[in-house]
C-alpha cells in the first residue's frame, strides 16, 4: 500500500484579514470544532475534521487576537482589541455577555470545569471572570511583569500560566493565592503556550526555540532551534512523538519530538502563519496565516520505517485501527480491485 501521495489540504476561506489564533475543542458527541481569531473582527466557527464553516460570531468592533470553546464546545470566548472579551453561545452564535477592560485584550481561556474565563492583554492585569455570576466583578490576580500575550490553566484549574510580549519567559501563577510562584525561562517572548492534552507537557516556541517542559516539575525536557523565526508550536496529543512548528517561512514545519529532526514538511501559505494547532486525535493540524486563509493538514506518515513515528496512522504495536483501516480503504480503492478476485471466489464458495 502505497500511502507516500501528497494530500492536498483543506483550505478553509472565509477570513479578510489575517488568521492570527486556533483553537480546537476535545472530541464532543457531535464531533470536534475548529475556531478561529482573525484582525477581521469576527471569529468564525468550523467542523474539525472537514473544515465546513459552522458560523461567525459578529459583535466585535476592532480585531480579534484569540479564541477558545469551553471542553464541551457550547460556548465560545474572544479577545479582542475593541478592550473587551466576549463570550458566545456557540450553537446559536448569540453573544452571552461582554466584559469590558481598559485596553487591548490578547489573550483568553475556560477553565476545565467551564465555570470560569480567564484573560489577560495590554493592561498587563490577569483577570478571572465566574461565568455564572458575568455581572459580577471579576477577580484579579497579581499583575504581569509585562503586556500579556498567552494564557492557559493547568493542573485543573489550580495553576495559570501566561506569556508576555515585550519579555522573555512563561510565568506560572497559583490560582488559590494569586500570585507568580515560578518562571520558565526563556531568551525571547513566548507567542505560544500548549498545554499538552494528557498534561505533561507545556510547548512554547520563543521565535528561534521550541521547547518543552515538565508541566508537572516544569524542568526543561527538550529544546530545539529552529530552521526559521517560528511564531507557533503543537504537540502531536495521542503518541506525543512529534511536533509541528512554523512561522516567517510560511512553512509548516514537522519534526520528530524525540531527536529534533525534521520529519515533513508543508508548503501552500502565501504570508507567514502565525498559528498551528493539532486536533485533539492527532489525525490533522490547522494553520493560520498572514493570507486570510485556514489549511488543513492531513498528518501522513513520514516515516514508514519506524511504525511509532507514523503517529495516528498506525498505532503502535501493529494493533489495527478499524478507522484507520477504513480510511485506507476509501484511499487506496485498488486496493479493493486487487481484492476483487478473492471476494469473488469466497462468494462462489459460500
Given amino acids: 500500500m502505497d500511502k507516500k501521495k501528497v494530500v492536498a489540504p483543506l483550505v478553509c476561506h472565509g477570513h479578510s484579514r489575517p488568521v492570527v489564533d486556533l483553537f480546537y475543542s476535545p472530541i464532543t458527541p457531535d464531533g470536534f470544532f475548529l475556531v478561529s481569531a482573525s484582525k477581521d473582527s469576527t471569529p468564525m466557527l468550523r467542523n474539525g475534521e472537514t473544515g465546513d464553516w459552522i458560523g461567525t460570531f459578529q459583535g466585535h468592533k476592532g480585531a480579534v487576537w484569540s479564541c ?18 466576549k463570550l458566545w453561545d456557540a450553537l446559536t452564535g448569540d453573544e452571552l455577555h461582554s466584559f469590558e477592560h481598559k485596553h487591548i485584550v490578547r489573550a483568553c481561556a475556560f477553565s476545565e470545569d467551564t465555570h470560569l474565563l480567564l484573560t489577560g492583554g495590554m493592561e498587563k492585569v490577569l483577570r478571572i471572570f465566574d461565568l455564572n455570576r458575568p455581572d459580577a466583578p471579576p477577580r484579579e490576580i497579581e499583575k504581569s511583569p509585562g503586556s500579556v500575550r498567552t494564557v492557559a490553566w493547568l493542573h485543573s484549574d489550580q495553576t495559570i500560566l501566561g506569556s508576555c510580549t515585550d519579555m522573555g519567559g512563561v510565568r506560572l501563577w497559583d490560582v488559590r493565592t494569586g500570585t507568580i510562584v515560578r518562571t520558565l525561562e526563556t531568551k525571547s517572548s513566548v507567542t505560544s503556550a500548549e498545554v499538552s492534552q494528557d498534561g505533561r507537557y507545556i510547548t512554547t516556541a520563543d521565535g528561534s526555540t521550541v521547547k518543552f517542559w515538565d508541566a508537572n516539575h516544569f524542568g526543561l525536557v527538550k529544546s530545539y532551534d529552529m530552521p526559521c523565526i517560528v511564531e507557533s508550536a503543537s504537540l502531536e496529543p495521542k ?16 519534526f520528530d519530538f524525540h531527536t529534533g529532526a525534521e520529519i515533513g514538511c508543508n508548503k501552500g501559505h502565501h504570508g507567514p502563519v502565525h498559528c498551528v494547532r493539532f486536533s485533539p486525535g492527532g489525525e490533522s493540524y490547522a494553520s493560520g496565516s498572514e493570507d486570510g486563509t485556514i489549511r488543513i493538514w492531513q498528518t501522513g506518515p513520514q516515516n514508514n520505517t519506524n511504525q511509532e513515528t507514523s503517529g495516528a496512522n498506525g498505532p503502535i504495536q501493529n494493533v489495527k485501527d478499524p478507522a484507520d483501516e477504513v480510511a485506507r480503504q476509501i484511499e487506496n480503492v485498488h486496493i479493493a480491485e486487487e481484492d476483487k478476485t478473492t471476494v469473488s471466489e469466497k462468494a462462489q464458495a459460500g
Fill in 68 to 85: 477558545c470553546l469551553d471542553k464541551h464546545a457550547l460556548r465560545a470566548a474572544s479577545a479582542s482589541a475593541d478592550f473587551s472579551a
Fill in 239 to 254: 503518541y506525543g512523538n512529534k511536533f509541528i512548528a512554523s512561522g516567517e517561512d510560511m512553512w509548516i514545519h514537522v
